[in-house]
């Protein structure tokens, strides 16, 4: 039996369509697993920048309270400097005006028990008078 040259041209049509069909059906899946890929790593980098600014804001929250307790060490400190030597009034507050000033200015982070460079210099000024 003989199959007539246009039915030969159908079917090879219908074969090309349907290869067709089944490329543009595997390039969409391909293009919407990108687009799904592609969410996710953004979700993902959003993430770890969230997760960055959470931790510098809580470094930054750790540096200001230290600086908070340094200053308020200093001024006990002058404060108990001032009472042992006979320091008081306009003097005691201009020192511990002096230790805030100092203190909001240095952001050193206090190592054990040692001096800050802002009590140094209130003891040093409570010394010379």
Known sequence: ??????????????????????????GNQEAKA????????????????TQR????QDALRQKQTQQNLEEAQAKAEVQVSGAASGVSGISLDNLLNDVSRICRSQMSATRGREKTPAMAQASERLARR
């Open 34 to 49: 990108n687009e799904k890929a592609s969410v996710q790593a953004w979700k993902d980098q959003q993430t770890q920048i």
């Open 53 to 56: 600014e959470m931790q510098e």
């Open 1 to 26: 039996m003989c199959v007539p040259p246009a039915v030969v041209g159908l079917l090879s049509m219908g074969v090309g369509v349907a290869q067709s069909v089944a490329q543009y059906s595997a």
